[in-house]
């Protein structure tokens, strides 16, 4: 719980502090968004090193879509993929987040976020051959 919490809370003083940068003029408005991403791609790398020093190899691009989404997730959001809740901000750094993680796997994508109603949120992952 306290993890939780606290991942909360640096989530949100890292999208307050990219969106105060922009309003100073030290960033683009239109480059927090990219900025965020850039952020949870990086967080994203790291945490698949930790999560997978352990593991074996997975066997195809299936086994590690899986893994993404069932440990990884849960692991990260303390919550099931199909029951996150989640705002815009988040979807910046989440997307990163996966395509982090995915890249660190070996697996060159794109993954994209729609939310159709809130509070569900769809990612979409288009895995890109390399």
């Known amino acids: 719980?306290?993890?939780e919490a606290l991942f909360l809370l640096l989530h949100n003083e890292m999208v307050s502090g990219v969106y105060k940068s922009a309003e100073q003029g030290e960033?683009?408005?239109?480059?927090?968004?990219?900025?965020l991403e850039n952020m949870g791609f990086r967080v994203?790398?790291?945490?698949?090193?930790?999560f997978t020093r352990d593991t074996a190899r997975f066997k195809d691009e299936l086994?590690?879509?899986?893994?993404?989404?069932?440990?990884?997730?849960?692991?990260v959001f303390k919550k099931q993929?199909?029951?996150?809740?989640?705002n815009h901000q988040y979807l910046?750094?989440?997307c990163?987040?996966?395509r982090g993680g995915l890249s660190n796997l070996g697996i060159k994508s794109i993954v994209t976020a729609e939310?159709?109603?809130?509070?569900?949120?769809?990612?979409?992952v288009m895995i890109q051959k390399l």
């Open 1 to 3: 719980m306290a993890d």
């Open 27 to 35: 960033v683009e408005n239109g480059r927090c968004i990219t900025k």
């Open 44 to 50: 994203g790398q790291g945490l698949i090193e930790r």
């Open 63 to 75: 086994d590690i879509m899986k893994f993404i989404c069932k440990d990884f997730w849960t692991t």
């Open 81 to 86: 993929i199909d029951n996150l809740r989640t």
């Open 92 to 94: 910046a750094f989440t």
């Open 96 to 98: 990163g987040l996966i």
């Open 115 to 124: 939310v159709s109603s809130m509070p569900a949120c769809k990612f979409q």
